[in-house]
């Protein structure tokens, strides 16, 4: 059962309690004696035990970034929380406490083994984040119902499972469903699961199972769906071309424009509508190709800055290394004419051979320098004729789309008032909507609506030029830089470690 409420003054997370602890629970005899006496960095502790220490509140314990272990049970926690920081912890200890509802615990995404035994738990929720999770023990709590099982099926790597002296055990049919409804379980209540029983449980439960198992392929099937189109937003945006698949200009366009569901309205112009629609279409796929085409294009000029790069610093190791290499050959020889030579004179040919080499070496770096900026000054120069050329096409398919819009509006202005004449005198076959009556008023509030529906239209095509430009030429700014910034990174890395 878990600990009765203030039967003794609640304790608190100390830095002098935690420094107890660490000193206590730190190695023993001489390394114990040398590390209390240094004093022990908490970045360094594995193994942390908090048990029977009266704990109210779980603070304090941010500085554990490498823990591996955390004991926190026969305290009185009645809220889980502050252990966020802990994205290492592996092994969680939360039994015999007051903890009523499962919380702040999805921040520890490696966390193998978790114990919520004999709290006041009533649903098993808020576990998201554990999705290394094997061993599961919430036995002594307040769990009513079977469907909280249903809860731990998306934990693939669960193997134990304690959840004996819940009111949901006492149920007839309990181990077959918890059997049935999590495949992955080896040991139920700390008993092995046999073979003959998981039959037993998928049979009694097989009309459910194939049900859920038809609803998680459905969930299955949308969630690769979403990954799919996030996955191609990525690319279009990667690509400048984002907003540009398709109609999605061309809906995003219209919705700006209040009066176009009424003009749809209005005899003959749906049809004008669905040709402007089309060839508005194939304007924008042309451009979405062409930007998926270039960046192809900036990748594989990416992929040659990195070989041109490689190559150029291999080349460059190779003769720094050779040249060490004759060094220590000449210093050998050196040391083979002992003998025979006045040490005098060897110190003064080493001397002079170290000169040398430093010399040789600094002229090597200065070449691997330039050599390296030529190469990425060769690529920004690539890179930006790609993005120039691109521009140029944004701005001819713009053209093209500005073109579309300004004849699809004489034709539906001319439309439009012809319609409006035929209204006036009562000619028209059909009778129209009372929105659409509203803008027919006379010529002039027909004409006014109609050249703010084309205002509006044009605005958002020059919006998507500008925000491609700027989005273009910030990116290209930015991923250059850090392109040349990231190799020359690399280069001294592996120069150090060469050397």
């Known amino acids: 059962m878990s600990h009765l409420y203030y039967t003794v003054e609640p304790g608190v997370i100390s830095e002098a309690l935690l420094h107890q602890c660490v000193q206590e ?11 209390r006496s240094e004093g022990i960095d908490f970045r360094e502790v594995n193994t942390l035990r908090l048990d029977f220490k009266n704990i109210l509140r779980i603070e304090h314990l941010w500085q554990f970034r490498n823990l591996r272990r955390l004991q926190l049970d026969n305290n009185i926690i009645e809220c889980i929380n502050g252990l966020d920081q802990l994205v290492n912890l592996e092994w969680l200890d939360l039994s015999f406490n007051n903890i009523e509802d499962i919380s702040g615990l999805n921040a520890l995404v490696n966390l193998r083994d978790l114990s919520l035994a004999h ?10 984040g554990l999705t290394k999770l094997q061993t599961l023990s919430i036995a002594g709590n307040v769990i009513n119902e079977l469907e909280n099982i249903s809860y731990l099926r998306q934990f693939t790597q669960l193997q134990c499972l304690v959840l004996r002296e819940n ?4 149920d007839k049919r309990y ?9 992955s379980l080896i040991y139920l209540d700390f008993r092995l699961v046999q073979e003959d029983s998981r039959q037993t449980a998928l049979a009694m439960f097989q009309d459910m199972m194939e049900e859920l198992a038809l609803v998680e392929r459905e969930q299955a099937r949308k969630r690769l769906e ?12 990667e690509a400048y071309v984002d907003g540009l698949a398709g109609m999605a200009l061309f809906d995003a366009m219209f919705e700006e424009d209040k009066d176009a569901q009424c003009f749809r309205l209005m005899p003959e112009i749906p049809v004008l509508l669905d040709s402007y629609a089309t060839k508005f279409e194939m304007v924008c796929e042309e451009l ?33 290394v050779r040249k060490v290499q ?11 004419s002992e003998s025979s030579t006045p040490s005098h004179e060897i110190i003064k040919q080493l001397k002079d051979a170290i000169d040398r080499l430093h010399h040789k070496l600094m002229q090597l770096e200065m070449l691997l320098v330039e050599q390296i900026e030529e190469v990425a000054k060769d690529f920004e120069r690539n890179y930006s004729e790609l993005v ?22 004489e034709t539906v202005l001319e439309k439009a008032q012809m319609i409006l004449e035929k209204f006036i005198k009562n000619q028209l076959d059909i009778e129209l909507p009372d929105e659409l009556r509203v803008l027919m008023v006379d010529k002039d509030t027909l004409v006014g609506a109609l050249n703010a529906a084309h205002d509006c239209h044009l605005l958002a095509i020059d919006n998507k030029v500008c925000i491609t430009h700027t989005h273009t030429h910030t990116h290209i700014h930015t991923h250059t830089h850090t392109i040349f910034i990231t190799n020359i990174i690399h280069y001294k890395h592996q120069h150090i470690k060469g050397g």
């Open 175 to 183: 181990p077959h469903y918890v059997i049935a409804y999590i495949p």
């Open 288 to 320: 979405k190709d062409i930007g998926l085409r270039d960046l192809q294009r900036r990748s594989e000029e990416r992929v040659v800055l990195y070989a041109s790069h490689e190559e150029t610093c291999t080349a460059n190791q190779k003769v720094s």
């Open 226 to 237: 979403l990954t799919a189109a996030q996955q191609k937003e990525k690319t279009l945006k």
């Open 326 to 336: 004759e060094f220590e050959e000449m210093k050998q020889k050196l040391k083979g």
């Open 167 to 170: 009111p949901l055990a006492e």
């Open 388 to 409: 120039s050329t691109f521009l140029e096409n944004v701005q001819a398919h713009m053209t093209r789309l500005r073109d579309l819009e300004n004849a699809h509006h």
């Open 119 to 128: 709290n006041r738990i009533a649903k098993i929720q808020n576990l998201e």
């Open 25 to 35: 629970q730190g190695p023993e005899g001489e390394a114990g004696r040398i590390a």
